[in-house]
Each structure stands twice: as C-alpha cells, then as structure tokens.
C-alpha cells in the first residue's frame, strides 16, 4: 500500500448517534481523529465523557458500582502517609498551600486534612491558609465540593492555572488520565493512529508520520506505543509557574528505557471498567476509562527544561515506607491493614507506581524529602 493512504486497520464498533456527531465534529474532513483527539472527547465531553456523566468512577469492587481504584482510595494510609512528607516540605519552603490536581472523589484532599491537623500544619494551625483543586471534570468537581463542604472557604477551586504558584503540588494518577498520541511502526514504517469516524461503527485508522518516540526502539519488529504530549505541556505549564514548593506527581509509569522496551510492542494504552481491564477503546466509548501508563522521563525532562529540578524518583513502595507508612498502618483498625499493605507490595501498587518530586531549588530539599531518603531511582530517568 501507498504509505500516503490512510489504513482501515481493523474493524470496529457501533456507537450511538449522539456520539456519532460528537466524534465527527472534532474529526477532519476524511472522518479521522487522531487517537488524542478521541481520548479527550471519550472521557472529557461535557456530559457524555467517561469523567463528565456525573456517575460513580472510583471505588472499592464492582460492587460499589465503580470501576477501578486509587491508592487513595483503597486504604486512608495513602494519605496519612503522604501527610508527613506535605508537612515537611509545607515547613522546608515556608508555602502555606497545597494545590491538588484531578482530585477524584475528594479522597486525597479529606484525609490529607485530617492528617496535617493531627501533625499541627494544617488548616487547623493557620500553618496551611488554602486547600486548592483543580479539576477539570465538572461532575467530579461536585462530588469533591460535597465532600469538603466541612472545610468552608480554606477549599477552593480554581477554574484556571494561577500565573504563579508558591505550593506544595500534588497529583495522583492525573497524568495516566491526559490524552495521549500513538504511534505505531508497521514494516519499519512509522504511523499515526486514529479513529475513523465517518460510519456508524468505529474503526482504527492509520497515517504515515514524521512524529517518533524520544528513544529509538530497537529492532524492526512492529510496534505501538504512544506520545504523551499532552502530559509533557501539562508539567511545562506547572513547572513554568511553580516559583516555591514542590510538585508530587504519582502514577503508574516507567523511565524512557523502560517505557520504549523493545518488548513492551502492544503500547500500554488500557481501559477499565467494572474494577477489569481491557484494550479496546473504540468499544464501549464513554463508558469506561481510557488511561495509559507515563512516561516518567518525559515528566522530568519537561520540568527541567522550564527550570525544575528533580527533588526524587522512586516507586510508591519505597516513597510511602520512608514516609512512615508501616507505623501508619499499625494505627489503622487490623481488618484495614492488608489495604495498607497493598499500597508497598511489589505485586500490588508497590513497584509499578512511581513518584517524581520537582522544585524551583530541588538542592535545598534533597536532603529533606524523607520520600526519597533510601531508593532515589533519580539516575534512571
Ligand atoms: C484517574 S482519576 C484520579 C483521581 C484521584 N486523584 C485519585 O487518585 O483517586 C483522574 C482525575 O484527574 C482529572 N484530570 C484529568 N486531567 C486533568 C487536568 N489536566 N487537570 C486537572 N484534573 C485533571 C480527572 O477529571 C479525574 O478527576
């Protein structure tokens, strides 16, 4: 085939008549929508995308009608964890705000409070002024205002990026939720992915690209893998306007090494729903989450090319054990301990998680971050 005609790669799925015109009003004039493209509107569409439809995302099982779970979700220990690491960093920088990113259920922000006044540095204390979320998903907005109704004015929410920030930052699993270009090399030659929109039914949709992931990945196999472009301008947003603190992103991810492995050939662009995993997007849209894993490079490349520096890298695992989190744990009732657990362990959330701290003067808070006092993977990125 010609490499400049655009490919029908597989065959796809019906989608209802309201997401029909959606799609194809984003699409160009050939019906094609790059994969980014249908990502945002699949889970951001006002009242229609997977976050925005007001329904139950995050929880426990399937029993609770949710669909997957966060650390902080799954055991308080997350935050009462973290606490301690937001406490010292608060007292290190002197800033008396935390900024949350993509705050879910309100989960991470309602224990987090509670934490920081039970370690004197928090609303409580006047030691932290604000709470402050951003949140781009209105129904998710709402549910989090509900649930930190308690804290009245010291929780607000900001409808667009302050032009500086002087805060302690805070993400967890926000970048896993940011569209993401993808790629796909098919007989040495490299392609763009998209939706073919112009049916009733949706369709994988290939073109010919110049665009290429930042590592060359070996070999001559064929292979997926995605561009995280979005979660790139995102970071040089934070880190162009964070002037004090510190920024904590967490999520599921790899350094570049790792992410563009040579055997990681199907990409990691995932879904869920109902607490399982699939690899169909184009099925079921708006329905379930789309999310794919981060490239933790990228992330730090960014952020120190708007002036970061890397405070740490390292996996949940070993963040949340030099935060405490095995003295937290023993605080909790014995039935909650296994969840606790379940944020460390190797074959849980303990070693695919990662966590990756910036600051405008990361050399003054090295050596106080006690997330990263044993295990820094910093050098692997
Ligand atoms: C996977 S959920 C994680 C929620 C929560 N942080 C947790 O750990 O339970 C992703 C969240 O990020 C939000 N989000 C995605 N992109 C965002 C952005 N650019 N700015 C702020 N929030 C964003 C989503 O609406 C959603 O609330």
Request: net charge negative.
């Amino acid at each position: 085939m010609d490499d400049s005609t655009p490919s029908v790669a597989s065959g796809g799925h019906e989608v209802s008549p309201a997401w029909q015109r959606l799609l194809r009003a984003h699409a160009d004039g050939e019906g094609w929508l790059p994969f980014d493209g249908f990502m945002a509107q699949a889970l951001y569409a006002p009242g229609m995308g997977y976050y925005s439809r007001g329904l139950p995302v995050l929880g426990q099982s399937a029993g609770d009608g949710s669909d997957f779970v966060t650390a902080p979700e799954l055991s308080p220990a997350f935050a009462m964890t973290l606490a301690h690491q937001v406490a010292q960093w608060l007292q290190a920088t002197g800033v008396q705000r935390v900024v949350e990113f993509g705050a879910g259920s309100g989960a991470l922000a309602e224990g987090l409070l509670r934490a920081l006044d039970l370690l004197d540095v928090g609303l409580a204390s006047g030691k932290l002024q604000r709470y402050e979320v951003v949140e781009v998903s209105a129904s998710m907005r709402q549910q989090q205002q509900r649930r930190l109704a308690k804290w009245g004015q010291a929780v607000q929410w900001l409808d667009a990026w302050p032009a500086t920030l002087e805060a302690v930052v805070l993400g967890n699993e926000v970048l896993d939720a940011m569209p993401v270009k993808l790629l796909q090399r098919v007989d040495g030659v490299w392609h763009e992915l998209g939706v073919s929109c112009r049916g009733a039914a949706l369709a994988w949709q290939t073109r010919p690209t110049e665009l290429r992931p930042p590592v060359p990945v070996a070999g001559a196999h064929d292979y997926r893998t995605e561009l995280p472009l979005q979660a790139v301008a995102w970071t040089r947003e934070l880190a162009q306007r964070l002037q004090r603190g510190v920024a904590l992103l967490v999520d599921y991810g790899f350094a570049q090494a790792e992410f563009y492995h040579p055997q990681r050939h199907g990409g990691t662009v995932m879904c869920h729903r109902a607490h399982r995993a699939d690899d169909d997007p184009l099925r079921d849209v708006g329905s379930k989450d789309i999310t794919a894993h981060v490239d933790f490079t990228a992330v730090a490349l960014a952020a120190q090319e708007a002036g970061q520096e890397v405070v740490g890298y390292t996996s949940q695992g070993r963040f949340l054990l030099n935060c405490g989190l095995l003295d937290v744990a023993q605080t909790l009732p014995l039935a909650q301990r296994g969840r606790a657990l379940a944020l460390v362990h190797e074959h849980e959330m303990g070693e695919l998680f990662k966590v990756l701290a910036f600051a405008p003067a990361a050399h003054q808070l090295v050596w106080q971050s006690m997330g990263f006092a044993q295990g820094d993977r910093s050098h692997t990125l």
